[in-house]
């Protein structure tokens, strides 16, 4: 494997403390309950994370559930990429998930098997079969389980059959940090599970309750119960937090960077929004009724919500905590969603649509695609074969370039948990943080914001950030 080139951009390596100074800095920021004004010398990290927010490419893969060949649109305007994915999958039941990384889309069969497709080389392959619940990480871990509770995980493009069954069959699956597996099994009492291919699982008895939700990285549980929601630490490294409501909660979603929970209550119209560090209710979203099923953007600025009556979603812009919008539609596992370049996507009748949620412009629409299941993703095929995950404008050419995919470095080290936990740091700030595994046996885990399509995109994103960072392309 050729070396990777760096493209060093200021001078001086990043020390420790003041990368935890950025994440600190960053955090603050994202636990404001207003947006700040930000000066053109200094913008805050919540602008930041807008900016940042409005260059990640979106495409949409559609996949006939009767079975074929998947199909890729570019958004906003859902332009049809011809051929750009191979590969023929058979009768589908749903989508589990897609790792942008690795380049594999997770699909479950009719016939209860785990598939995944290779999205550069079109390749299906079979994970487990006899599935009955499967779950994909934070760090793109695949976790599959089978009617005899056997646990397979897929890392890295390495399958893995775990040596102990689980307890019993999780109710609710989640992945987590450090390729932990995070579930609810419904027995009487209830219990929180915690499992590892080499570690012992274990399990702790929790409240009965209803909807369950977690954090992206898995490190914190909500459940609803009669009367408020109780947070869990999976690792038990904190005692459980209780936060009463005046009206039973109905659903709940964490915000992508974890620090606050939005409730939907069973009798009272509008949203509740807990803070997970200092348990309570912060304060609300006003909708026109109870809310049944929440959905959050994944850069945090949307949440769309399901009326307990009829087919139609609320739109909610969260930065002002207000309902903007409301679309007719049904509400179904895959759709309505806000894809990763900030547009709304939705079934409208026999067609898919895609709209934007401040202006409730129409910008594109598939005919006849409402039978179909949709994937939103930042993936996009490069210009010279295979694929991989994109940033750019939406206005940019439809593949990558020949430039991309860069990174802006911020750190690297030696020491994999010490990177992961600064990724996950920043990731909670709100940026696009990553870490990057050693290509070669003297490389280090990279802690990148990216990729990027272009040299000069990186390099603005790295300027805003006020620190010093490196540009880094892989493979070259």
Known sequence: MASPVVYFVRRGHLPIHRLLLLATVSLWGCRSQAPAVASSQNQDPQHLRWQLRARIAGAAIRLDAAGGV???????????????????????????????????????????????????SGRVDTVATGIVQAALGPDGTLYAVDAQRRVISLSRRTRFAWPRPLDGLPRDM?????????????????????????????????????????????????????????????????EPAFVPLSDAPRALAFSPSGHRIYVARRNTPGLAALDRYDPRELDGVALPAPAAALRLDPQGRWLLARPATGDSAWIVDLPIKQQTGAIATAWQPDLPAIAPDGMLIYRHRDAVVAMRPDSLREMGRVDGGAKDLWVLTSWLPRSRGGGGPARADAAEADTMGAEGPLYVQVSTSQNPDWSGRLAQDLTRAGLAARVLP????????????????????????GRRLGRPFWIYQPGQ
């Not at 597996?181 to 209830?190: A, H, K, M, W």
């Not at 702790?204 to 309750?209: K, L, N, S």
């Open 70 to 120: 998947a199909r890729l649109y570019r958004l906003p305007r859902l332009t049809e990429i011809q051929g750009a994915i191979r590969g023929r999958l058979p009768a589908l039941e749903r989508v589990v998930g897609i790792d942008v990384e690795s380049e594999f889309l997770y699909v479950a069969t009719v016939k209860k098997e785990l598939l995944a497709l290779d999205l550069g």
């Open 174 to 238: 989640f992945g987590s940090t450090d390729q932990r597996l995070v579930g609810i099994i419904p027995q009487d009492p209830p219990r929180l599970l915690v499992a590892a291919a080499d570690q012992p699982p274990t399990v702790r008895t929790i409240a009965a309750g209803g909807d369950v939700a977690a954090t992206r990285w898995g490190d914190l549980v909500a459940i609803a119960q009669d009367s408020g929601v109780t947070l869990y630490d999976p690792l038990g490294r904190r």
């Open 438 to 461: 050693p290509q070669q046996a003297d490389d280090g885990y990279r802690v990148v914001l990216g990729p990027y399509a272009t040299r000069a995109q990186a390099e603005a994103i």
